[in-house]
């Protein structure tokens, strides 16, 4: 199908899971594809799923997306986890249809990008050299202190009660400088990559932790899930502290229905089984559900 307009691309949809696992479809802008079992479908997935209808959906092709049409009555097509009737998936996102999970790729939109990132290259070099001239200029005007220490020394109190920059967790998970990886490894690294935004966009943040854990055990160069991973960890801590502090409360107040809920939330969320704040949550808990 041709097309004068250079910013349209083919748009490819690649199987994350399910039984097609890691098949890829390619669509043509301005097309339409039905997908589904039957062998009338354009894009015809495993007779062997029954969770996926004989027709199921309709794909309209746009210039950097897709516009899904739910056909089935039984098990409709889920968008970040809640059911849609019609739906537009842009480059990066992800849809669901029967036990199959999609993403949508356009292989082309860097190339249209490409010179916006170039400009935005060179700007951000000239202020990084700007940058590096005004604090050359200021260091050359400061004076050595009396004592010989460098006027840029912080001091030893500063660096005691700084926060940390880089998260705990972060030194039980060495990157190595080098380290080769499959082709294979680096695929299934992208899938539980992929399969981990999927579960954090529709809320479900301890599954997309395990999938970025899985992602770094096939492939630790993987920087994309290294960084969600430590980043998930981090609110997942948070959210066990705020229901610590929350259970507390409610046990001094003698609200123990809700105490106890809240430390077994503590229980679920907390990464740290040595920590105090587990320890003390499930010693409370065994004492409420001794009364």
């Known amino acids: 199908m041709k097309n004068s307009n250079k910013d349209i691309y083919n748009i490819l949809i690649t199987v994350l899971e399910g039984v097609d696992r890691g098949k890829k479809f390619t669509l043509n802008p301005g097309g339409e594809y039905s997908l589904g079992r039957s062998a009338e479908c354009d894009i015809r997935l495993d007779q062997s799923d029954k969770t996926i209808s004989r027709k199921h959906a309709l794909i309209k092709v746009e210039a950097k997306s897709i516009l899904i049409e739910n056909l089935s009555s039984t098990n409709p097509v889920q968008v970040k986890g809640k059911p849609v009737s019609k739906a537009r998936i842009g480059s990066g996102k992800q849809f669901q249809v029967g036990n199959s999970l999609f993403v949508l790729e356009v292989p082309g939109r860097d190339k249209i990008s490409g010179r916006n990132s170039n400009k935005k290259l060179i700007i951000l070099s000239g202020l990084l050299v700007l940058c590096t001239f005004m604090i050359f200029i200021g260091l050359s005007g400061k004076k050595e202190q009396p004592d010989g220490s460098s006027p840029l020394t912080r001091p030893a ?34 899938q539980h990559f992929r ?47 705020k229901h610590y502090q929350n259970a507390m409360l409610h046990y001094k107040y003698m609200r123990y229905t809700q105490a106890e809920h809240e430390f077994r939330m503590v229980l679920q969320l907390s990464r740290n089984k040595s920590s105090d704040q587990y320890i003390n949550s499930l010693r409370y808990l065994n004492e409420l559900q001794s009364r």
Do not use: C, H, K
């Open 195 to 241: 399969q981990g935004m999927f579960f954090y966009d529709t809320g479900n943040t301890l599954r997309a932790v395990n999938e970025w854990e899985q992602a770094l055990s096939v492939n630790p160069n993987n920087a994309d899930a290294r960084a969600w991973f430590l980043r998930a960890e981090r609110e997942i801590e948070d959210q066990a502290r």
């Open 157 to 190: 109190e500063v660096e005691e009660t700084s926060p940390p920059v880089v998260y705990e967790r972060l030194e039980s998970l060495p990157v190595p400088e080098e380290i080769e990886v499959s082709s294979e490894n680096q695929l299934r690294s992208d």
